[in-house]
Antibody
Framework: DVQLVESGGGLVQPGGSLRLSCVAS????????MHWVRQAPGRGLMWVSR????????TYADSVRGRFTISRDNARNTVYLQMNSLRAEDTAVYYC??????????WGRGTLVTASS | QSALTQPASVSGSPGQSITISCTGT?????????VSWYQQHPGKAPKLMIY???NRPSGVSTRFSGSKSGNSASLTISALQAEDEADYYC??????????FGGGTKLTVL
């Protein structure tokens, strides 16, 4: 079965950094693009970033470009999201998802990031 | 990257059909057949219901269907059931090689 498990969330002060991880299993990880999507408390979904199979192509939402970096380690079946200069408005549950024609066909359960003093 | 426009809420009775609209621009919905729809129950991760405008992933009920015309896409749920009550989100690929979501629609089954 396809599984995606996110980790690395937590409480961080505004201006701080966190690195999220998403470990994949049950499918050939290196053959799939991957997404990060977030959801602020009580709000809708917001796409964050996407990475190509070999990591050479990355794209970002305007609100995180320059602060967040997506990467992957195909040997470890893991996709990462490095988040720097965190703001209160970055507080959200962060989900990773497997790409299917720019959609996400499998999702993890998410990890909560709280940027607050 | 403006969000796609969805109605905040829709409702229907069991057995009825409902349609949720998703309006974008010529830079996203209107120019790409990469529109998808997600269902999300409270406290759960989203579930993909439709991709590439009208394709259903394996295991998704045939009661769910999608379509597109111009800059707008639609999700139709037929023979509404109580378990369909959830939030629904559309998304689209964009000309900036990004993805944009709609604001979400809360479906209430009366």
């Amino acid at each position: 079965d396809v599984q995606l498990v996110e980790s690395g969330g937590g409480l961080v002060q505004p201006g701080g950094s966190l690195r999220l991880s998403c470990v994949a299993s049950g499918f050939p990880f290196s053959a799939y693009w991957m997404h990060w999507v977030r959801q602020a408390p009580g709000r809708g979904l917001m796409w964050v970033s996407r990475i190509s199979t070999d990591g050479s192509t990355t794209t970002y939402a305007d609100s995180v470009r320059g602060r967040f970096t997506i990467s992957r380690d195909n040997a470890r079946n893991t996709v990462y999201l490095q988040m720097n200069s965190l703001r209160a408005e970055d507080t959200a549950v962060y989900y990773c998802g497997r790409d299917l024609w720019s959609a996400a066909d499998y999702w993890g359960r998410g990890t909560l990031v709280t940027a607050s003093s | 990257q403006s969000a796609l426009t969805q109605p905040a809420s829709v409702s229907g009775s069991p057995g009825q059909s409902i349609t949720i609209s998703c309006t974008g621009t010529s830079s996203d919905v209107g120019n790409y057949n990469r529109v998808s729809w997600y269902q999300q129950h409270p406290g759960k991760a989203p579930k993909l219901m439709i991709y590439n405008v009208s394709n259903r992933p394996s295991g998704v009920s045939t009661r769910f269907s999608g379509s597109k015309s111009g800059n707008s896409a639609s999700l139709t749920i037929s023979a509404l059931q109580a378990e369909d009550e959830a939030d629904y989100y559309c998304s689209s690929y964009t000309s900036s090689s990004t993805v944009v979501f709609g604001g979400g629609t809360k479906l209430t089954v009366l």
